[in-house]
C-alpha cells in the first residue's frame, strides 16, 4: 500500500549550518508535496509545498526538492537557528485519493548551540 | 484572524464516558479533517468532510462518529471511551480548490484511565 516515510527519525545539527531532512514515497500517483513544522505542543505549521510538475521551490531559507525517479522529497534549511528544533513531517496528496495528505511518521530536529 | 479552534484543549475520560471534540475554522474552508496523532506513528486520519454536507472514514474511523454541523463547524465524537483512544487529536481545514495545504488547529490531548 501507500507510505509515506521518512529516512531518519532524528537529526541533529549544529547551529549556522544546513539541515536536510529526507522523505521517500511509494505512491507514484502522488502530485501534491507538502512539509510542515511541529513545535512541542502544537498542531503541525505549513512550511513550504510543491506540486509534481516541479522539481525544486524556494521558501524563505527553506528549499523542497523532489525527485519523481526515485520517489524522494527533501526539506533543505539554511543556517539553521534554534527556532527550527521541532518534529519535520513529510505529506504526499495524491488526486486519486481525493487530496488527503498522508503523513510520515517525521523527523525531529534537534539544533546544538 | 484565529484559523482553526479546537475545544477543550485537554481532557480526561474514565473507560465507557463520552465526549464531543469541538473544531471551528473562520477561513472558509471547504475540507475539514480530524487527525490522531500518537507517538512514532505520526497522523492518521480518522474522518473528514470533503464538503458541507458530506462526511467520510479515514484510517482509523473505529469508535468515532462525525457530524459537519455547517461550513464552519466539524465535531468528533467518542461514544464510548476506551484506552487506546488516549492521544492527541488535531482538526484540521483546506481550502481544497487552489490549494491543498491543511491548516491545522493547536489539537486536544485525551487521556483515557
Known amino acids: 500500500g501507500e507510505s509515506v516515510g521518512l529516512h531518519l527519525p532524528t537529526l541533529s545539527v549544529q547551529e549556522g549550518d544546513n539541515s536536510i531532512i529526507n522523505c521517500a514515497y511509494s505512491n507514484s500517483a502522488s502530485d501534491y508535496f507538502i512539509w510542515y513544522k511541529q513545535e512541542s505542543g502544537k498542531g503541525p505549521q505549513f512550511i513550504i509545498d510543491?506540486?509534481?510538475?516541479?522539481d525544486k521551490r524556494q521558501g524563505q531559507r527553506v528549499t523542497v526538492l523532489l525527485n519523481k525517479t526515485v520517489k524522494h522529497l527533501s526539506l533543505q534549511i539554511a543556517a539553521t537557528q534554534p527556532g527550527d528544533s521541532a518534529v519535520y513531517f513529510c505529506a504526499e496528496s495524491p488526486r486519486s485519493n481525493d487530496y488527503k495528505l498522508s503523513f510520515g511518521a517525521g523527523t525531529t530536529v534537534t539544533v546544538r548551540a | 484572524n484565529a484559523g482553526v479552534t479546537q475545544t477543550p484543549k485537554f481532557q480526561v475520560l474514565k473507560t465507557g464516558q463520552s465526549m464531543t471534540l469541538q473544531c471551528a475554522q473562520d477561513?472558509?474552508?471547504?475540507?475539514m479533517y480530524w487527525y490522531r496523532q500518537d507517538p512514532g506513528m505520526g497522523l492518521r486520519l480518522i474522518y473528514y468532510s470533503a464538503s458541507e454536507g458530506t462526511t467520510d472514514k479515514g484510517e482509523v474511523p473505529n469508535g468515532y462518529n462525525v457530524s459537519r454541523l455547517n461550513k464552519r463547524e466539524f465535531s468528533l465524537r467518542l461514544e464510548s471511551a476506551a484506552p487506546s483512544q488516549t492521544s492527541v487529536y488535531f482538526c484540521a481545514s483546506s481550502k481544497r480548490t487552489d490549494s491543498y495545504g491543511y491548516t491545522f488547529g493547536s489539537g486536544t490531548r485525551l487521556t483515557v484511565v
Open positions: 477561513m472558509n474552508h471547504n475540507s
Open positions: 510543491i506540486r509534481s510538475n516541479m
